[in-house]
């Protein structure tokens, strides 16, 4: 792996040469962890001319699930733990004779920002802007494979969750059991916050469950991912508790696996962010769900599992191949509930065999 975390370097100095600059500070902990292949707590990565330098407040944790470092990265711990590795950085690049450093603007703090200032006043600062990001969006093969396993985690603790009684428990328990079970399979932990959402609570996004009671005939959806080795995927499904669901139920639920289907059909190489969104948006829109409807149809996944690209009806771009995403269109219907499906693939050309689908829990709508 060491190979790979330096060729990731290389193209991010060659990034920063083409610009100008003859340093770069990295502070965003994701992207430390891509270029460095772990970010202590509070590490950043000075990228020199000539050597590569992590700057950090102690040893790096030796722990699989945070990561472990390319080995031949020199490691530069700081005497004291009161000290800011990112000013201690910028300092060690003004020995180095750099006269430029190029930082993430959009991670320093303001103060953080003054306090590298001050301290290498003749060093010109620019901004690395998403340099780091826009590296990430395609992933390599060890990296979808960190996602797979991931997928294979938590449709193992979906599907055991739904061999149980569910009757009578809590959304907040159920969401326990659930990251609990993600653990007990492998993941590192739980990608985000569990949602598990009952009865008029059902389909909204991001729902933080509450401690209402599942009950018969409700709506019960659930939106659970697993990080694997630092990557993140995430899978959503909905179902009916405990009766043949109602006709209405069955409608939108019907409407919402199309909108997802849409979506999933059109991912490709070449395809524009904001036509995938469309594809999913315009079965929704015909059939008059035009309120309320999710920002974005989906996005990317990987070391956070909010990156780019964002499938949305105002994105800019295209997709390339080995690109994972999710898509999840939902409709909530205040005080009744709602349906939200959601999937993890990986875009693939048409000679692969097209998206392939991490996230392989059934999307028939049960009765549980």
């Known amino acids: 792996m060491s190979e790979v975390y330096r060729t990731r370097r290389t193209r991010l100095r060659e990034r920063c040469n083409a610009s100008g600059s003859a340093a770069a500070l990295v502070t965003r902990p994701a992207n430390v962890r891509y270029l460095a292949g772990a970010a202590p707590q509070g590490g950043v990565l000075l990228l020199g001319k000539h050597e590569d ?22 490691v530069h711990a700081l005497p004291s733990l009161g000290g800011d590795p990112a000013v201690a950085a910028a300092d060690l690049a003004e020995g180095r004779r750099a006269d430029s450093l190029a930082v993430e603007e959009h991670h320093l703090t303001v103060a953080r920002h003054r306090a590298i200032r001050s301290v290498v006043p003749r060093l010109r600062l620019s901004d690395l802007g998403g340099a780091v990001e826009q590296l990430r969006v395609v992933k390599d093969e060890e990296e979808i494979s960190c996602l797979r396993i991931g997928a294979e985690i938590a449709d193992q603790a979906l599907g055991e969750l739904l061999e149980s009684i569910l009757v009578g428990r809590t959304e907040r328990h159920l969401a326990l059991e659930l990251e609990r079970r993600l653990v007990d399979h492998g993941a590192d932990g739980p990608a985000f916050a569990t949602s598990v959402a009952t009865g008029p609570n059902a389909g909204r996004r991001g729902h933080r469950p509450t401690d209402r009671r599942v009950e018969e005939g409700d709506f019960l959806s659930v939106c659970l991912g697993a990080t694997y080795r630092g990557y993140r995927c995430e899978i959503g499904r909905t179902f009916v508790i405990g009766t043949s669901p109602a006709d209405w139920q069955i409608e939108l639920y019907d409407l919402v696996f199309a909108a997802q289907r849409a979506g999933r059909e059109s991912l490709a190489p070449g395809a ?35 990156e780019d690209p964002q499938l949305a009806p105002s994105a800019m771009g295209k997709l390339d191949a080995c690109v994972p995403v999710t898509v999840e269109p939902g409709v909530h219907l205040p005080g009744r509930g709602g349906v939200r499906i959601d999937d993890t693939l990986v875009v693939r050309p048409e000679a692969d065999g097209g998206p392939e689908l991490l996230t392989i829990t059934t999307k028939e709508l049960l009765a549980l």
């Open 53 to 74: 330098l992590l700057v950090c407040t102690g040893p790096p944790d030796d722990r699989p699930s945070q990561g472990r470092l390319d080995e031949t990265l020199r």
């Open 272 to 306: 524009a962010y904001r036509d995938v969104d469309r594809a999913a948006r315009q079965v929704l829109d015909s059939a008059g769900h035009t309120e309320g409807l999710p920002a974005l149809t989906g996005h990317g996944v990987g070391l956070e599992i909010d």
